[in-house]
């Protein structure tokens, strides 16, 4: 499959949208799917405080909820997705056990979610409790949850239609020895993401996928060989774009790196505590080619809209 790749650079959150007219002319029919994304919001319901020394009176979670409405106005096919660690961070984690932020991703409609190590911190039976109250979808591949009570309540995939596109969509994390108390996780298998990753692609594809994101809890890249978003992209095949976290890494655009078959694999992370959202608008032509602009919004007071 041939795709032609754009990557642009803005500070403008219109500019996600805009296509090279050259491009457009060329194919017969378009689809547009605009994913939107987060990652380690880390239970950041308010924006930080005004008085924060490097990001003052930015993030919260009305001014996402404003942004990501906003955009599904303007925009007929619409994924928001989120790569971990939603939980952990401030005192509504420690008081609410987790629903609050399950109660408001749902508000805010995600569609698709992985999981993070602080996932693990209220255990798995709290993690279930707590998923009582989330309305989305919870993937991850290389986990073995079944002899666990998470083992109904997370997928190793899904498939969501867009526009007449099939969305292979599945998860991957990290190892957790170390990060999480044993008692948090008991009865998980950790297994090999790389291999993980190529069987989910083998089974999306089987379901005819026309696109695959990978959630991904890996970390962007560290200074040893130690497993990452960017061993991912270049270890595996058929993944189009990995969404990220763990490393609260932010990238103003995708990184475009080539998988074992010499083919562009997009990795994207938007920071944390709820700062960015995440925005990549992939233009597919009649033939699956695609154009592929991606950036990075900040959620100041300037993108307030409630």
Same mark, same amino acid.
């Given at each position: 499959?041939?795709?032609?790749? %754009?990557? *642009?650079?803005? #500070?403008? +959150?219109?500019?996600?949208? !805009?296509?090279?007219?050259?491009?457009?002319?060329?194919?017969?029919?378009?689809?547009?799917?605009?994913?939107?994304?987060?990652?380690?919001?880390?239970?950041?319901?308010?924006?930080?405080?005004?008085?924060?020394?490097?990001?003052?009176?930015?993030?919260?979670?009305?001014?996402?909820?404003?942004?990501?409405?906003?955009?599904?106005?303007?925009?007929?096919?619409?994924?928001?997705?989120?790569?971990?660690?939603?939980?952990?961070?401030?005192?509504? %984690?420690? *008081?609410?056990? #987790?629903? +609050?932020?399950?109660?408001? !991703?749902?508000?805010?409609?995600?569609?698709?979610?992985?999981?993070?190590?602080?996932?693990?911190?209220?255990?798995?039976?709290?993690?279930?409790?707590?998923?009582?109250?989330?309305?989305?979808?919870?993937?991850?591949?290389?986990y073995d949850l079944s002899k666990t009570a998470m083992h109904s309540h997370v997928e190793p995939h899904v498939v969501i239609k867009k526009g007449g596109l099939k969305i292979g969509i599945f998860g991957v994390g990290i190892d957790l020895d170390g990060l999480v108390a044993k008692e948090n996780t008991s009865g998980l298998i950790y297994n090999d993401p790389v291999a993980s990753a190529n069987q989910q692609v083998a089974l999306l594809k089987q379901k005819g996928c026309d696109y695959i994101i990978c959630l991904s809890h890996l970390g962007f890249e560290y200074p040893t060989d130690k497993m990452s978003d960017k061993i991912l992209a270049q270890k595996t095949e058929g993944i189009d774009l990995i969404i990220g976290g763990h490393t609260h890494t932010f990238l103003d655009a995708p990184v475009v790196l080539k998988n074992t078959k010499g083919e562009d694999v997009l990795i994207n992370q938007v920071g944390y505590g709820g700062l960015h959202l995440g925005r990549i608008d992939i233009q597919f032509s009649t033939d699956l080619n695609k154009t592929t602009i991606g950036e990075c919004v900040p959620l100041t007071s300037k993108w307030d809209l409630a």
């Open positions: 499959m041939k795709r032609r790749l %754009f990557i *642009k650079q803005t #500070g403008i +959150l219109a500019g996600a949208a !805009m296509v090279a007219p050259s491009l457009m002319s060329a194919k017969k029919k378009e689809t547009k799917l605009v994913i939107l994304h987060t990652n380690d919001t880390h239970s950041n319901i308010d924006p930080f405080p005004k008085n924060h020394a490097k990001f003052p009176d930015m993030g919260g979670v009305s001014r996402r909820a404003a942004l990501i409405k906003s955009i599904r106005e303007q925009e007929d096919n619409v994924l928001l997705l989120d790569a971990g660690d939603i939980f952990q961070g401030t005192p509504y %984690f420690n *008081k609410f056990k #987790g629903v +609050l932020e399950m109660k408001t !991703m749902s508000e805010m409609q995600y569609d698709v979610v992985t999981l993070g190590n602080h996932d693990f911190d209220i255990g798995i039976d709290g993690y279930v409790k707590a998923k009582e109250h989330g309305t989305f979808k919870v993937v991850n591949a290389n």
